[in-house]
T-cell receptor, first 111, second 112 residues
Framework: EDQVTQSPEALRLQEGESSSLNCSYTVSGLRGLFWYRQDPGKGPEFLFTLYSAGEEKEKERLKATLTKKESFLHITAPKPEDSATYLCAVFPNTGFQKLVFGTGTRLLVSP | DAGVTQSPTHLIKTRGQHVTLRCSPI?????VSWYQQVLGQGPQFIFQ???????GRGNFPDRFSARQFPNYSSELNVNALLLGDSALYLC???????????FGPGTRLLVL
């Protein structure tokens, strides 16, 4: 069964304190791994797509990396506006467009 | 360009009623998927539609149905509502041949 586990469930950082979020997965043929940001009561906002082990993508203070079993979202010198829930999802090789999500990491960055 | 739009934004229903949720994809996107997100959980896949045909279905009962129109907009219908159907319902669209799904703001459904 395709499965995504994210850790930690919640993370509190001080502004400027860098850290990493983890996403481990088991999937029947990975067609892509996605990171989304979700603010309370809103829809997920797309951040990154990773396709193969060793791939890295960056956007402002965020950097996503991928191995064969897990992905990391590194947050460098976070700001309070980075506070949100970060969702990881995998796209298994099912023949149709189904994303399997983890439960997310709730990030709170204090000034 | 406008993103994915959904209506209504909020909805309150009672048990046993029926509900219809609507979604308009990003212009040029022909694939629409629906997800259910219960509070504190990640979104769960319900349906994918492409070119007006159902291409995939998640582990949801037959009370859930959907359709896609010639303009690629979509409706999600839920019959005989249960308290457990209370959730944020998300619509996502993607371009043909692409992998990335873009989500709308969701419809918050509360079943009393």
């Amino acid at each position: 069964e395709d499965q995504v586990t994210q850790s930690p469930e919640a993370l509190r950082l001080q502004e400027g304190e860098s850290s990493s979020l983890n996403c481990s997965y088991t999937v029947s043929g990975l067609r892509g791994l996605f990171w989304y940001r979700q603010d309370p009561g809103k829809g997920p906002e797309f951040l990154f797509t990773l396709y193969s082990a060793g791939e890295e993508k960056e956007k402002e203070r965020l950097k996503a990396t991928l191995t064969k079993k897990e992905s990391f979202l590194h947050i460098t010198a976070p700001k309070p506006e980075d506070s949100a829930t970060y969702l990881c999802a995998v796209f298994p090789n099912t023949g149709f467009q189904k994303l399997v999500f983890g439960t997310g990491t709730r990030l709170l960055v204090s000034p | 360009d406008a993103g994915v739009t959904q209506s209504p934004t909020h909805l309150i229903k009672t048990r046993g009623q029926h509900v219809t949720l609507r979604c308009s994809p990003i212009s040029g996107h022909k694939s629409v998927s629906w997800y259910q997100q219960v509070l504190g959980q990640g979104p769960q896949f319900i349906f994918q539609y492409y070119e007006k045909e159902e291409r995939g279905r998640g582990n949801f009962p037959d009370r859930f149905s959907a359709r896609q129109f010639p303009n690629y907009s979509s409706e999600l219908n839920v019959n005989a509502l249960l308290l457990g159907d209370s959730a944020l319902y998300l619509c996502a669209s993607k371009v043909s041949g692409g992998e990335t799904q873009y989500f709308g703001p969701g419809t918050r459904l509360l079943v009393l």
